[in-house]
Every structure is written in C-alpha cells, then in structure tokens.
T-cell receptor
Framework: NAGVTQTPKFQVLKTGQSMTLQCAQD?????MSWYRQDPGMGLRLIHY???????DQGEVPNGYNVSRSTTEDFPLRLLSAAPSQTSVYFC????????????????FGPGTRLTVT | AQSVSQHNHHVILSEAASLELGCNYS??????LFWYVQYPGQHLQLLLK??????LVKGIKGFEAEFIKSKFSFNLRKPSVQWSDTAEYFC??????????FGAGTRLFVKA
C-alpha cells in the first residue's frame, strides 16, 4: 500500500494565482483531512471529509476549497493565493474505530511545501 | 475553545538522558489523546494513543505516556533517549466528532 500520497512536494506561486494540491489514499478510509503546519503553531485543520460527497470546515478554512468525489481523493484548492498561505500542507486519512472517537489514528502524507510570493 | 498546550518548544538532551514532554488540554469531557512524531524529512506518524482503560500507555520505540484526568495532562516520557529520537513531537486531542486539535509541537534535539 502506498498509504497517503500528496503532489506536488514543492510549489511556488505568485499572489493571486490558483492551484490544487492533490491527496490520495489507498486504505479505504472514510475520513480525510487537510492541515497546515506553521512554525510555533502546530497543525491546524483546514477542511475535512467524512465520506464521498461530504465535507466540512475546520479551524482555518478561509481561502481554501475542497471536494470529495471519491473515497480515495481529497484535493485542496487555493482560489487566489496570498502570502499568508505560505505553509506546509499535510493531508491525512483515518477511520472510526468505534471506541468513542469519530476519528482514530490519522495517517499523514509527506506534505507539500507552498511558498506564495 | 478547546486547546492543547505543549510547554516546551525546544528541548536539548544528551543521549541516555530521560525525557518528559508536557501536554495539557482544555476540555472537561471525555477525550481521546495522541502523541505523533515527525522525524527530520519525514511525515507525521503515531507514537501512541489513549482512549480508555489503563492511563499509562506504551507506544513504539520505548515511549510511554500517562493520562492524568485531574490535571488534564498527557505527558510523554522515555527513560533513555537516543540520537535517533531527534524529532518534533506533537500532542493531539480529540473530544469526539471529527476535529482533532494539535499542540504547537516540541522540537527535541539529542546530542550524541
């Protein structure tokens, strides 16, 4: 199994440009999420999905869109890039273990380092 | 709002020293707790987790953590660190539902 894959690994954008970060998983997990990692702030949840066709906002959703047409894929779209979106983006997937948590251990992708100039 | 605090942002230890990384959360109900590790150049992976039962949980690579409900804490420990433990460590809390809150992380550097 490849686990969680993300492309690209690095990207440089100019302010105002748009792009899509790709994320795919082959573990048949219902839950997928996008985080951004900034120094001193840990990981912050951008958007998440609990299954195909179902998405919801996390802590910091502004400036980002998501969709989930299949169980495997969960792309993140930056509509009009801003320097404040310079960050490392991680995609993760998980399952519900039925032990009281709706989200169990999360499996993370390798990340995309995005710079907006 | 729920939050997770990791008290030490940077820790430097010599090999064989003991490690304890603090984690406190703000939520009065049932929680599920995680410690993740990010080795240099690698993605995050799970060290250990607590859902219920014995509050002392053991994870991979000799790490353990203790859940103390009265202190809202879930501290990570290792009796003797190795150079290969150099990494960033994240505490995370799920209070039910689909959102997991992460702490800011602690960067550990182990001197050989």
């Amino acid at each position: 199994n490849a686990g969680v894959t993300q492309t690209p690994k690095f990207q440089v954008l100019k302010t105002g440009q748009s792009m899509t970060l790709q994320c795919a998983q082959d573990m048949n997990h219902e839950y997928m999420s996008w985080y951004r990692q900034d120094p001193g702030m840990g990981l912050r949840l951008i958007h998440y999905s609990v299954g195909a066709g179902i998405t919801d906002q996390g802590e910091v959703p502004n400036g980002y869109n998501v969709s989930r047409s299949t169980t495997e894929d969960f792309p993140l779209r930056l509509l009009s890039a801003a320097p404040s979106q310079t960050s490392v983006y991680f995609c993760a997937s998980s399952y519900s273990s039925g032990t009281g948590s709706d989200v169990d251990e999360q499996y993370f992708g390798p990340g995309t380092r995005l710079t907006v100039t | 709002a729920q939050s997770v605090s990791q008290h030490n942002h940077h820790v430097i230890l010599s090999e064989a020293a003991s490690l304890e990384l603090g984690c406190n959360y703000s939520y009065g109900g049932t929680v599920n707790l995680f410690w993740y590790v990010q080795y240099p150049g690698q993605h995050l992976q799970l060290l250990l987790k607590y859902f219920s039962g014995d509050p002392l949980v053991k994870g991979i690579k000799g790490f353990e953590a203790e859940f103390i409900k009265s202190k809202f804490s879930f501290n990570l420990r290792k009796p003797s660190v190795q150079w290969s433990d150099t990494a960033e460590y994240f505490c995370a809390v799920n209070t039910g539902g689909f959102k997991t809150i992460f702490g800011a992380g602690t960067r550990l550097f182990v001197k050989a």
